[in-house]
């Protein structure tokens, strides 16, 4: 039996979501293997703008070509198996997964499995327009006998300009924290008894201590995720 955790290959988006994803898989690990250890850890991010280009044009094959790149180089670095903190490029992923070199966790089945473990019916989907708009999150929920509930519109539009102007430059402002508790009042008052955060920047903003539902953070639940998967072998 193999003694080493697997090597973990993050194909990045987005730096805050990336960054945080990483530092989470090195300060969680040693909960499990030991003061300092974490696995092994590659990332490659290609720039953002090339991602937001092929989204705005709704390329979606684009987007999964950025994301084989990354999958490619990473493979070359040693890594095993991959992760992605970002929810919204997983609309490539079907299109990703039969092309790439190596296996992959999806983010989103990963969170709803969650929310289907802890007992929530009804979830609440934030996140960018591109991925709010999407079936990335609705297909999986529904998949697990669960409901699911969007923003209005002008909300959607409101949370997706928060995350691309401030949230991924790392700008947190109070009002914005607002806005979002605001639309997470409006899901609740839609009888939804969670809110997946489906930015994996909102955690930084967002999270049980000031969410008046329970928040499922994407980023921090494919992190755990990873970590399992990683030493599996060990065990």
């Not at 095993?80 to 190596?102: G, M, W």
């Not at 930015?199 to 969410?211: H, K």
Request: contains cysteine.
């Amino acid at each position: 039996m193999n003694n080493l955790p697997k090597h973990i290959g993050i194909v990045g988006c987005s730096a805050e979501g990336a960054a945080l994803c990483y530092k989470t898989i090195c300060t969680e690990s040693p909960k499990r293997l030991g003061k300092h250890v974490h696995p092994e850890v590659s990332m490659h991010t290609h720039s953002l703008a090339d991602y937001v280009k092929y989204l705005d044009d709704n390329d979606i094959q684009g987007v999964g070509e950025l994301m084989i790149s990354s999958a490619q180089k990473l493979k070359m670095q040693g890594a095993e198996f991959l992760i992605c903190p970002d929810n919204t490029i997983h609309q490539a992923f079907e299109y990703v997964k039969e092309r790439s070199p190596l296996p992959w966790l999806h983010i989103a089945e990963v969170v709803v499995e969650s929310a289907k473990v802890q007992g929530f019916k009804k979830l609440g989907i934030l996140g960018t327009k591109w991925l709010v708009e999407s079936n990335v999150y609705p297909e999986k929920i529904e998949s697990k006998g669960l409901t699911w509930s969007r923003p209005a519109n002008e909300e959607i539009n409101e949370i997706g300009r928060i995350i691309m102007d401030e949230l991924v430059y790392g700008i947190f402002k109070p009002e914005s924290i607002v806005y979002f508790q605001s639309v997470i009042n409006k899901l609740k008052n839609n009888r939804c008894d969670a809110v997946i955060l489906g930015c994996t920047e909102i955690p930084l903003i967002i999270n049980d201590s000031n969410s008046s539902l329970p928040t499922l953070d994407s980023n921090r639940l494919l992190a755990e995720a990873a970590i399992n998967m990683a030493v599996e072998t060990i065990y």
